[in-house]
């Protein structure tokens, strides 16, 4: 059996993957400033999005900030890919977490291993995955080209 699906070429998938490296970051850094400033946090740390050592306890104001910045960027970002990359959020929001983890542990200087930072993050990537393959199905619906990429 053929697959019968779109090629797309690499200047395409390269430029859309800058495009939603770009989203994702300044989706994440806007968030965390609106955060950092609802819990009326004195210091915004540049390095945010990157922070996997922050002490997780529910008392402390820098992990909440930390944890609701990260869960409201893969919501709102999933639903920014849809716009940009259309039918493969998936595939973008797969593909850029990974990239998160790399740039992560080069920032930091050490591989994530804080098992409540991994749950926060798989279970943005679901929702980000969820969230952008919905927008992306009704809107190429409307389209009726959903269908005709074998997905």
């Known amino acids: ?27 994440f850094y806007m968030t965390a ?3 950092f400033g609802a819990f009326r946090l004195e210091h915004f740390d540049g390095l945010i999005p990157f922070d996997f050592k922050t002490e997780p306890a529910d008392s402390n104001s820098k992990y909440l900030v930390n944890l609701l910045s990260l869960e409201l960027t893969y ?44 749950l926060a993050l798989g279970s943005g990537l679901f929702l980000m995955i969820c969230n952008g393959q919905l927008i992306a199905y009704f809107t190429c619906q409307s389209e009726q080209n959903y269908a005709s990429f074998g997905i």
């Open 1 to 27: 059996m053929a697959f019968k699906g779109k090629t797309v070429a690499s200047k395409t998938v390269l430029t859309n993957l800058f495009l939603c490296l770009l989203i994702f970051y300044s989706v």
């Open 33 to 35: 400033s609106v955060c």
């Open 75 to 118: 919501f709102s970002s999933g639903l920014l890919f849809a716009a940009v990359v259309q039918w493969r959020v998936w595939d973008y929001a797969l593909t850029v977490t990974l990239l998160h983890v790399l740039i992560t542990s080069i920032v930091m200087l050490e591989f994530p291993t804080v098992w409540q930072w991994w």
